[in-house]
């Protein structure tokens, strides 16, 4: 098997929380996803990415990790994981794990120590700061620097029994680790090497760009009427993370000798740092997840301010990354995660007219893209957004910390919910909708938070076999992956840059070549003569519907939010 056997592949993110629970606690579990690995199978992905389930407080649903070789009880038990790992090796799947090592929970042993005394053996592991010259510990104005949590407030928690502050990035309740420590990336690479031995198949790592903090900690930018500086631009891509990364690849994969593989999740890195972090001579990851699609509706105010935004801005973003990284490095391609919108409502149009085309449309651009496709769970049904009402709708710390801190400082709520029901994190977090009955098939209990209610309509039962529906387009389009090396290795030309309605692009390879046309409109679209110059008898390879692979071959016109792929060889 080729060291580069991912470009070939699909990968399925798993959310174990929301995708099946099998002891009716209301929470999805390790047997849960074993119970359902048929699904996967039936897809036919080939990787399945398992978003944490490590001992956790469960403050930030289990990216706060207590025990990174423990399983929380909430989920299962390592024999799961073992007969997880195992099932999935039987069924074609290989697995692979979250590795969170920005931060810690602060119930981590490590932590526990290091908040015990000054002088404790793990004190040095964290980021001990005392507080500002001038100021008492605790007080307004005393932390260490300006710095703002990604999750509202300060990043700096005063603590009183050793008379420091300690930085968090994220929550209170996740401490940042100290990556310059040679003690603690010693720790963590043996972690993984133990996983590794346990069979895990690689890892997607946690916001790993972030890891390196600039030396003297400086004060961020603070724009007029902010609370707090921006840590962001500041600790993302350290000068150390390309050497970290390198380090790992030394200390923990380069031995393996078997197939593997590495996604880093880096919020804020671009191009031209993504080609230095995938390059495959300089041994850092296999690809990573950018977050600049992703950021495009995201307005001057932060996360919960929305913009506009059109087809051509979110193309011209895309197709610059195939641009850029088509000779070195390798992009990830994936529309929304357990962090972000259903891709649906966000980049699509989920009125029930047009719901199944968007979402099969979405599923075509970005599977015969250049790059290795992510299903987020759900995603290959054309689950939606949730219409969030009220503020005890929302579960996630980042929104109910947000809700908190605004109406605190006089914000009514109801200004608040358009950016919340738009861009909640827990839009992406109810639980998969397998059926249309109780609690969609998810629990025999209560669902930790409630199911969709349109999962009357979206459900697996209703999609999966079922001629026509987004999961078996969504079938056909891993299956395209699989057999067409003009989708897996081949090169993308970008088509009809300047049409405000019409995604369309080639690909190439060994003399084949495929004509992707997606429309992005409710409205028929008249495809550019000269892109169908040439074309004329080929051959539909995958289409979302009979009449859109009709419409373009016999009248190249192809009807609203539909999508085409051809072929000629
Ligand atoms: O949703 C976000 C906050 O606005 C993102 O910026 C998110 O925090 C970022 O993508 C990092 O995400 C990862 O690390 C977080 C965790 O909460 C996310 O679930 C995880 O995917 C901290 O571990």
């Not at 031209?272 to 390059?279: K, P, S, V, Y």
């Not at 759900?378 to 109406?407: C, H, K, W």
């Not at 409205?523 to 289409?543: F, Q």
Request: a negative charge; aromatic letters at 10%.
């Amino acid at each position: 098997m080729p060291r580069d056997w991912w470009k070939g592949v699909v990968v399925y993110q798993v959310y174990p929380r929301s995708f099946a629970d099998s002891d009716g606690d209301g929470v999805g579990d390790i047997r849960g996803v074993i119970e359902r690995l048929g699904h996967l199978e039936r897809l036919g992905v080939d990787v399945l990415w398992l978003s944490p389930v490590y001992c956790s407080p469960q403050d930030d649903n289990g990216y706060d990790i207590s025990d990174y070789r423990g399983i929380d009880p909430l989920f299962g038990t390592l024999e799961d994981v073992d007969e997880l790992i195992a099932r999935a090796h039987d069924a074609g799947i290989r697995l692979v794990m979250d590795l969170v090592v920005n931060h810690t929970s602060d119930e981590h042993a490590w932590f526990v120590d290091s908040r015990s005394s000054r002088d404790s053996e793990h004190r040095d592991w964290y980021w001990w700061r005392p507080p500002r010259k001038g100021h008492v510990g605790g007080e307004a104005g005393a932390e260490p620097n300006n710095w703002g949590s990604f999750f509202s407030g300060s990043a700096w928690e005063w603590d009183e029994a050793t008379g420091e502050y300690y930085l968090h990035l994220f929550s209170r309740k996740q401490p940042d680790l100290v990556w310059s420590n040679p003690d603690v990336r010693a720790a963590v690479y043996a972690m993984m090497r133990w996983w590794l031995a346990r069979g895990v198949d690689g890892f997607r790592m946690d916001v790993i760009n972030l890891i390196d903090k600039p030396d003297g900690l400086p004060d961020g930018d603070k724009k007029l009427g902010d609370l707090w500086g921006q840590a962001f631009p500041l600790v993302s891509t350290g000068p150390r993370v390309h050497d970290y990364l390198q380090e790992m690849h030394g200390q923990v994969f380069a031995d393996l000798g078997r197939p593997y593989l590495t996604v880093g999740e880096m919020p804020g890195v671009d191009a031209e740092q993504a080609r230095l972090f995938t390059d495959p001579a300089r041994r850092e990851v296999d690809m990573v997840f950018q977050f600049e699609h992703v950021d495009l509706d995201k307005g001057p105010s932060g996360k919960f301010d929305i913009v506009p935004l059109t087809m051509a801005e979110l193309r011209a973003n895309l197709m610059r990354w195939q641009v850029e990284l088509d000779d070195v490095g390798w992009n990830s391609l994936y529309w929304d995660n357990h962090d972000q919108p259903r891709a649906v409502s966000r980049f699509g149009d989920d009125d029930p007219v047009w719901r199944e085309r968007s979402a099969k449309t979405l599923g075509t651009v970005l599977h015969t893209l250049r790059g290795t496709p992510y299903v987020y769970q759900g995603e290959e049904l054309g689950m939606t957004n949730v219409p969030f009402s009220a503020p005890e709708d929302f579960r996630d710390i980042e929104s109910v910390n947000y809700i908190r801190e605004q109406t605190a400082a006089g914000v009514p709520f109801s200004d608040l919910l358009p950016g919340l029901r738009f861009r909640s994190r827990d839009n992406a977090r109810t639980p998969v909708q397998w059926t249309a009955g109780e609690h969609a098939g998810f629990t025999r209990g209560e669902p930790w938070i409630p199911v969709t209610p349109n999962h009357e309509e979206i459900n697996a039962e209703a999609q999966v076999g079922v001629e026509g529906s987004v999961f078996e387009h969504y079938r056909a389009l891993v299956a395209l992956r699989h057999e067409e090396r003009a989708v897996s290795h081949g090169t993308v030309t970008p088509l009809a840059m300047d049409h405000p309605d019409l995604w369309a692009f080639g690909r190439e390879h060994e003399g084949t070549r495929l004509l992707v046309l997606a429309s992005f409109t409710r409205e028929p679209v008249e495809v550019p003569p000269e892109l169908l110059e040439g074309w004329e008898g080929a051959e539909a390879v995958v289409a979302t519907s009979g009449d859109a692979a009709a419409g373009v071959l016999t009248h190249g016109v192809l009807p609203g939010w539909e999508s085409v792929v051809l072929r000629s060889s």
